[in-house]
């Protein structure tokens, strides 16, 4: 058992980086994708999307439909290319906490949505439970992700390491 | 080599430039009226220059449809500023006829008799949904004829198939906007609802077209 343990720690210790640098880049390109996908189209169609869900007043829809794909794209590609990982975790993390939240209540009120609406007008659709699946994983890597102190090819690895004394 | 600290504030913000820029460029990119909801104002029931719509995506054989028509109408006489604009949205895989009865009344849109033909096909739906299959068209013929329409153009212009283009881009309008079932209706394109209550209904009215 030991010998096991062992071995799949040093495994780790040689992939470790090259994982967490993929799902650094694949995270960050799914929630570019996702932003970008709702920026592409009328902020009418997201609105739409939001009020399918019934959790907000509709007067509040517009302004959350504006907001919320460019916190998508921004945050999402500062996390693709590695900049300010750990500021950048914060937001993603409550998105998909609060996509959690959203998509969970409407399983549970069963409102028979069949397109979570996540990526706009594309062809990429996924049922509301494979949306709320997604995201608990998004929540468990970032986290995973926000943990690390390094990380490979990212930008902050271009800059001077922050001193204590600033 | 590493890069000062000073310039970290500096990359953030070009990246998010970058960012902006990129929508700008994806935005131009897309072609002028993909996502547009279009007005097609021969298909308007009720006050044109009314601000709030309602936007109802329906198939004549759809029997949910049928049920709401009377309703819709009667709530239209009752709010002045109403505003209803239809949109086709046929379930062409179970609703075989529908395709041609919404190209029909494109057809006598041309003439300016959308809504008067559009009423026609959801009272007379009885007669034109249950003779046999390829015969309805004659049905389509005659109620042109009914309303006064020139026979020969609109017989022209249904045989043509030159509307099914429209019906279909109608259909694409709706499923950009997550409708995948009729009747479904749009309250000023942005909300959806597929109640088919009456006392819904007005609430809805109330809500949008109250004095």
């Excluded at chain 1, 995270?27 to 009020?51: D, R």
């Excluded at chain 2, 007005?39 to 109802?56: A, I, N």
Aim: include cysteine; charge should be neutral.
């Amino acid at each position: 058992m030991n010998y096991f343990i062992t071995k799949v720690k040093v495994i780790w210790g040689l992939w470790k980086r090259p994982i967490l640098f993929l799902l650094r880049v694949s995270i960050g390109a799914l929630f570019v994708f996702s932003g970008y996908t709702k920026l592409m189209q009328p902020k009418e169609i997201f609105e739409i999307s939001i009020n399918m869900y019934q959790l907000i007043p509709a007067s509040l829809a517009p302004f959350v439909a504006s907001v919320l794909p460019w916190i998508e794209f921004v945050f999402g590609s500062f996390f693709l290319l590695g900049y300010n990982i750990e500021m950048s975790s914060i937001p993603l993390v409550c998105l998909a906490v609060l996509f959690q939240i959203v998509l969970g209540q409407s399983l549970l009120r069963q409102l028979g949505l069949d397109d979570c609406g996540c990526y706009g007008h594309t062809n990429v659709h996924l049922t509301i439970y494979q949306s709320f699946c997604l995201d608990t994983a998004l929540v468990l890597l970032i986290t995973l992700l926000f943990s690390e102190d390094h990380h490979a090819l990212a930008l902050d690895n271009l800059f001077e390491t922050k001193t204590k004394h600033g | 080599m590493k890069l000062p600290r000073k310039y970290y504030l500096v990359v953030g913000i070009l990246i998010v430039l970058i960012d902006v820029a990129t929508c700008l460029i994806g935005r131009s990119l897309v072609p002028p009226g993909k996502y547009l909801l279009r007005p097609e104002p021969w298909k308007t029931r009720g006050d044109p220059s009314s601000q709030s719509f309602l936007v109802e995506f329906m198939d004549y054989q759809c029997p949910f449809c049928q049920h709401i028509h009377p309703i819709l109408k009667k709530l239209m006489k009752e709010y002045p500023k109403a505003k209803l604009i239809y949109k086709h949205y046929p379930i062409d895989s179970i609703h075989k006829r529908a395709v041609k009865a919404a190209e029909a009344a494109e057809c006598a849109g041309d003439q300016g008799k959308f809504l008067e033909y559009h009423d026609l096909l959801f009272a007379k739906s009885d007669e034109w949904m249950k003779v046999e299959y390829g015969h309805y068209i004659y049905n389509f013929y005659h109620y042109a004829r009914d309303l006064g329409l020139d026979e020969a153009a609109f017989k022209a212009c249904l045989d043509s198939g030159a509307k099914e283009k429209i019906v279909f881009e109608n259909k694409a309008e709706g499923q950009a906007r997550y409708v995948n079932m009729v009747p479904t209706l749009l309250i000023n394109g942005t909300r959806v609802i597929t109640t088919t209550d009456e006392n819904n209904f007005r609430k809805v009215f109330n809500e949008l077209f109250h004095n």
